[in-house]
């Protein structure tokens, strides 16, 4: 099934199964976490990371209930997840004892399956049958085990049947469909492809498709990566985790091709645009955006015959009205995205205020390695990451995107060195974030994993903050009390740096150089001292005095000091 380590905390009522996992300590690996919710975070990160389920457990009544944060985020997300969740024994269930919940109801909207086993023989089966569910149902499994069922000895013969864990299902594509589609890209001046994370592992359709139509390719936040971010048409993510370069892209488009996402700030944008959306799940079409053409079928199958029907050389594009117009946006859309690189270079350079999280975000892009894996943490953050770290064709990441809960990345950071201790492993987190789940850095310490985890310090809940900036509120409660992260860092037996300004930024990585060099086993925490500046807002940006108004366009641009930088559509004019 896949199996080879799990996550929990031992208890009374689980005792029996973590027994057994010592018994079988040379197939299954046990991770001893120090919180359940991130042994369940953790787990979905495996899941995410792998595409193999995850596997977590916990006691019964506080336990499980700690579980449930983690699980509602592989939920969310749509991964495979396995829950065994310890029960008090049978005989003194529904007696109001010690630690006794009803925990079906608990569990029922979390999972996709959810049941309490009633006899010890049936408890290989259950499990079987919970983990083929959450495979082929895409989420959480939950099997509840009372502690007497678990302790008892039973006669268990192999399943000869073998494990399936993807139904592979094809797709008849419609010719009719296609045909709209196909009109509707050869007539498109501005077309912009869009992509989520149904396109993952088929970027190279991507970029034939993106390629021959002369389209900038947007994507969805957990969808970065798909494409190597150094490639000239891409124009990165949108919305307040996005950028300039893709905000302009997305709302000058006059045909957007939605591709294996169900974006769900889609419903946000101008409506003066052709939408043809492609997704495996009919129930994600239409519900965000509504959309001119559909096709149910899978978006590499239809990019694909979508370039056959055109042919495959982009020599022989035709020299037509709208087959210049999109030549020119192309070019300008890559402009575009030269320029913002660069911007957010002379943000990371300028250290005159106080460290700036775009230098740090800079430094981990220069040493971590083509086959690094990152964890992103929830927040400004996550906006930062997203902007700067090129992630390759051979490097991971995984983030907590429809869900989105604080303290993720430390678990999957955890996560992601369990299951793969040849790469290097980085995690990127708030200060609000990290102190959330700072307790397993003593897991990393137990285990020897070597994560670096990178804590962007600006003692305040600054994605919050910002919320209350733009609504005009007070700014109350999004403060925080600052701590001495590398000291802690220290005191848990890991390697505890600090940065507050560019030299000593470059000092802390001369350090993680070093340690990586020399074989270091013990976790990095590298405390980044920011100075507190509200992140550029790029979920809307009115730079077109032509659309906005010249007081808007120049506020905006005062605000983020942009007063340099050209629009996309100014780009398009300076071509003509």
Known sequence: MGVDHVYGIPADSINNVVEGLGQEREAIRYIQVRHEEAGALAAAADAKLNGTIGVAFASAGPGSVHMLNGLYDAKMDNVPVLALVGQVTTQFQNTHFFQELSEVPIFADVAVYNRQVSTAEQIPAVIEDAIKAAYTRRGVAVVILPEDLTGTSIEYVEPHTPMVSRARVSYALDGHALDMASEAITKAQRPVLWIGQGMRGKGEAVMRFAERFHMPVVSTAPATGIVAQDWPNYMGTRGRLGDKRAFEASQLADLILFAGTNYPFARFMPRDKTIIQVNTDPSDIGNQIEASIALVADGAQVLDELV????????????????????????????????????????????????????????????????????????????????????????????????????????????????????????ISGDGGFAMVNQEILTEVRYQLPVVNVVLDNKAFGFIRHEQIKGELGLYGTDLEGADWAGMARSFGAIGLTATDNASLEASFAAIRSYRAAGNTRPIVLDAKLAYIDPIDTSFMPLDEAKFGAATAHGFRKLYHLDDEPTLAQLMESQD
Request: proline share 5%; charged share 20%.
């Open 308 to 427: 056959q029907r055109a042919g495959h050389d982009t020599a022989t594009l035709t020299d037509d009205a709208p087959a210049k117009a999109a030549r020119a946006f192309e070019k300008a859309a890559r402009s575009n995205r030269r320029n913002w690189l660069a911007w957010l270079d002379n943000l990371a350079d300028d250290d005159s205020h106080g460290l700036a999280a775009e230098a740090v975000i800079r430094a981990v892009a220069r040493n971590a390695s083509d086959r690094a894996v990152f964890g992103f943490d929830v927040g400004n953050n996550t906006a930062w990451s997203l902007r700067q770290l090129p992630v390759g064709p051979d490097q991971r990441f995984t983030m907590s995107p429809w869900y989105g809960t604080m303290g993720y990345a430390v678990p999957a950071g955890l996560s992601a060195a369990v299951s793969h201790p040849e790469r290097d492993v980085w995690t």
